[in-house]
């Protein structure tokens, strides 16, 4: 009996032993495949890697590129601001040139006046009258063409002392205390050219 199951558990074994021979293989071909899968993986995505990253020469050219062209940009427009600062300058300086061409148009037929007078005055047997007329238009025509221009003269008559205004050259005491402060007399007439003092009034003042 001992040697009849020994003949059958041999007999097993060795029906047995190829079917564990074919699961080994096939467990080791899955191995192999997924071991080969993911080494091809690894390969690949390496590559990929390799071909997705810029080289050193491509960068450096390209770095180039733009500082080239960061260069050319900055030269042209400091080449545009350098002549729009001379062209605004050369403007500048031509207005206050000719700042005062128009004021002296506006003089010249005061000027004619005055040279027919000086000439008329040579004249013998001249009405002084009639001179006097004549400086007077003159003088009327010039203030005018001034007052045009926005020149006004300062008032000084019945006025108090504003030293926005004024300038005191000179202080006499007052008569009464309602006086004290008041302009007693203009010296010298001052002026203001579009309500900006060009020149102040000197003037006695009571105190």
Request: hydrophobic share 35%.
């Amino acid at each position: 009996m001992e040697e009849i199951k020994d003949t059958l558990d041999g007999e097993q074994l060795q029906e047995n032993a190829p079917i564990e021979q074919a699961e080994t293989v096939e467990n080791t071909e899955k191995e192999d495949k997924t071991t080969g899968e993911s080494k091809k993986g690894g390969i690949f995505s390496k590559k990929e890697k390799l071909q997705k990253k810029p080289k050193t020469e491509e960068v450096i050219e390209q770095l180039k590129t733009e500082t080239a062209e960061l260069q050319n940009k900055f030269l042209r427009l400091y080449s545009e601001f350098d002549n729009y600062r001379k062209r605004t300058q050369k403007e500048k300086l031509d207005i206050i040139k000719n700042a005062s061409e128009n004021l002296i148009v506006t003089l010249l037929p005061v000027l004619d006046d005055m040279e027919r007078a000086i000439k008329y005055a040579a004249k013998p047997d001249v009405d002084i009258t009639a001179i006097l007329e004549g400086e007077q238009l003159i003088l009327q025509k010039m203030k005018n063409s001034l007052k045009q221009k926005g020149l006004t003269p300062i008032e000084t008559e019945n006025v108090k002392f504003d030293t926005d205004f004024h300038e005191a050259v000179s202080i006499v005491p007052a008569p009464s205390e309602e006086e004290k402060g008041l302009i007693l007399e203009e010296v010298e007439k001052g002026y203001l050219l579009n309500d900006k003092v060009i020149r102040f009034s000197k003037v006695v003042i009571y105190q």
